[in-house]
């Protein structure tokens, strides 16, 4: 049997303060006084308007691309409330223009090469956000998804990228997990192989194994089929792996799992779409362009995840266990839960996150009017938008600023809803 490759791309850009404005990460670079900023900016969102491009350039001269998408939904928001500036943006001759549309155009063109997965509103990471808030963040996603692209488009949303690929160890709350993406028509999510129990032990063939085939994660009465990232020691996309590297790992894939399966190895390599020169400037031209030009081939193939899984897996054999501790697309929880602001920061988001809750049970009582809900609405988006990973990931002052000055936003929206719901349940009483 063949391989089915597929590649994946993540991309997210966090919210900044400018000004006393929350802007885009994307706008604040555009509009810095550094012309390196500047340019990068320019270079990531060319790199956002790639995965459509390549994919309508290919599929209009007979290629059979596939690609597997996943955007934030901030991503996907700032780059709705840019499209005037991207309408006369050019990088090195290129129009850019709007990008949201024109994933429209080629998704309702050639409707089944771009498959996008699900994911968090603002990117949060969810081994450390509060449980309460996860279907919040999972609801308001798809709010805003299907207001950009469309409900028939968000219908063939059927995966689910965890930001970070965040992975909760504990089962009660896997189990929580499982049952709030089940809830909303999740089918499937991909995980890295890292979470795997006994990870540490396999040896390089077992470990390819297990990337090349989709799992059922069962935990409790719940349960949700699986697919791994395959790992940097086999496909390194975001370092750099050309077509024809592609091409010869995929052929090892289907080598090593015929040993165990009659079926096509599954190799699924995800990494950011717009970190770095390798992915701003190479991948596409040097790897994905040439890929489906020259060497796909009846020894190689390539569907969307979901289409493989429908097509070789409309039952799925073997069930795996996630690690008690969890993991993440680096291995571990080091970078958004160890060191003391760190700390103080996801301290502060617990607080301010049950401090809001509470506030749902007054707001079922007071029964509030337009202009309150309004208020409740905004401080949840609020709430979102603290919850994101980029402001304790990278460790430093300027992030922790970012995050310190939306808390601060936060608690002084959530004190000012309080009041208004106690006035209005004092009234009521009277």
């Not at 008690?324 to 602001?341: A, C, Q, R, T, V």
């Amino acid at each position: 049997m063949n391989t089915n490759y597929v590649p994946w791309l993540h991309m997210h850009q966090p919210l900044v303060w400018r000004n006393d404005e929350l802007i885009g990460n994307l706008e604040k670079m555009l509009r810095s006084d550094d012309n390196k900023q500047n340019w990068e900016a320019k270079l990531m969102i060319r790199a956002y308007k790639n995965p459509a491009k390549y994919v309508e350039k290919l599929r209009n001269e007979g290629y059979p691309a596939k690609i597997m998408l996943d955007f934030s939904g901030l991503l996907l928001e700032n780059l709705e409330k840019i499209k005037n500036e991207l309408n006369h943006m050019e990088v090195k001759g290129e129009k850019i223009g709007d990008i949201i549309e024109f994933y429209k155009k080629v998704m309702k063109k050639y409707p089944n090469s771009i498959e996008f997965a699900g994911t968090a509103y603002s990117h949060c990471y969810f081994p450390v956000t509060p449980e309460k808030d996860w279907e919040f963040q999972i609801k308001e996603w798809r709010n805003v998804f299907e207001d950009l692209l469309g409900k028939k488009n968000l219908k063939k949303v059927k995966g689910f990228w965890l930001p970070e690929m965040g992975i909760p160890g504990d089962k009660n709350k896997l189990s929580h997990l499982i049952r709030l993406l089940k809830k909303f028509g999740y089918e499937w999510m991909i995980l890295p192989l890292e979470s795997l129990k006994g990870e540490k032990e396999m040896g390089f063939e077992e470990s390819v194994i297990k990337t090349n085939q989709p799992h059922l994660l069962k935990v409790g009465n719940e349960s949700i089929p699986i697919i791994f990232r395959v790992k940097h020691n086999f496909i390194d996309q975001q370092a750099g792996c050309d077509a024809s590297g592609v091409y010869e790992k995929s052929l090892l894939a289907s080598e090593i799992f015929s040993g165990v399966s009659d079926k096509p190895a599954l190799v699924v390599p995800a990494s950011d779409g717009e970190n770095g020169n390798t992915m701003m400037n190479q991948f596409f031209p040097e790897t994905y362009e040439k890929f489906f030009k020259e060497k796909i081939d009846e020894k190689v193939s390539s569907l969307t995840v979901s289409e493989f899984l429908e097509k070789y897996y409309p039952k799925i054999e073997s069930e795996i266990e996630i690690s008690e501790e969890g993991s993440s697309w680096i291995g571990g929880h080091k970078n958004w839960k160890e060191g003391d602001k760190r700390i103080e920061i996801n301290e502060e988001i617990l607080k301010l996150s049950k401090n809001f809750h509470r506030i749902e049970n007054k707001i079922k009582i007071a029964k509030p009017g337009k202009d309150v809900m309004k208020k409740y609405e905004s401080t949840r988006h609020s709430l979102l938008i603290a919850e994101t990973s980029c402001y304790t990931y990278w460790g430093t002052e300027f992030w922790f600023e970012q995050a310190r000055k939306t808390l601060k936003v936060l608690e002084k929206k959530i004190d000012e809803l309080n009041h208004l719901l106690d006035r209005k349940l004092y009234f009521t009483k009277k």
